[in-house]
């Protein structure tokens, strides 16, 4: 019997990375979706049973031509985890509507071609996982996530009008909102002054990622929050 298949977006160098690490090391056969040829590249010599998949999920004919090609190669997932993210900040009156509408649709427009398309499967095999990460802004706006905070909080509405309709079907949706600033290096320089604490870690959330994906039926979350000890909330 063949490996599991789990499908990742946003394979960057934090989270996204430590999400497919941990899915390899549990077993999976990951493919991973980014813009970064030489990125996904670099990880799939490194990690064994990854592969890679290069595309813009804000283009719709390239990223269901990538999950026919996946379905091709690697069979139907198991797993989906919407880890793709589109951000700016800035107030509505500075925020360019373009910008807007470009989040939207890395946040929100991916998640539906991609769990349209692959949910089916699940469905038929009576199993299966989408994951979404997300952040705080999914659940308040502030001034200056005006090009953000809309899209993460329609994207949460979004994940749950899907786990409203797969649940019951036997697949297991999660929107999983970090409440910190994950430790990557630009957010190092750009809080340069804050301890080690301060930030959370990308394996951490990938660990949080693992658990919800294998959290047994009698008790499913959907919604789940992580954060360092010492945030504030």
């Not at 999920?57 to 797993?79: N, Q, Y």
């Not at 929100?108 to 071609?113: G, N, R």
């Not at 957010?187 to 930030?199: E, V």
Request: glycine residues 8%.
């Amino acid at each position: 019997m063949s490996a599991p298949v789990a499908v990742v977006t946003g394979v960057g160098p934090g989270t996204g990375t430590s999400i497919v690490e941990q899915l390899a090391a549990a077993g999976y056969r990951v493919a991973m979706l980014a813009r970064s040829e030489e990125r996904l590249g670099a990880l799939a010599a490194r990690v064994t049973g990854v592969h890679a998949y290069p595309v813009d999920v804000t283009d719709t004919a390239a990223l269901t031509a990538t999950c026919e090609r996946i379905e091709r190669e690697l069979g139907s997932p198991e797993v989906l985890v919407h880890n793709a993210v589109g951000g700016a900040f800035g107030t509505f009156l500075d925020v360019d509507p373009a910008v807007l509408e470009a989040n939207f649709q890395v946040n929100v427009m991916a998640l539906m071609h991609l769990a349209r398309r692959f949910a089916p499967a699940m469905v038929a095999a009576g199993k299966g996982s989408i994951v979404v990460t997300g952040n705080t802004s999914a659940q308040r706006g502030k001034a200056h996530f005006a090009g953000f905070a809309p899209t993460k909080a329609a994207q949460r509405i979004l994940a749950e009008s899907i786990a409203r309709e797969l649940s019951p079907k036997g697949v297991h949706v999660a929107y999983l909102v970090i409440d910190a600033v994950i430790d990557v290096p630009w957010a190092r320089k750009l809080h340069a002054d804050k301890p080690d604490d301060f930030f959370i870690q990308p394996d951490a959330i990938a660990g949080e990622v693992l658990h919800l994906i294998h959290q047994p039926r009698s008790a499913w979350s959907f919604l789940a929050e992580i954060r360092p000890f010492g945030e504030s909330w």
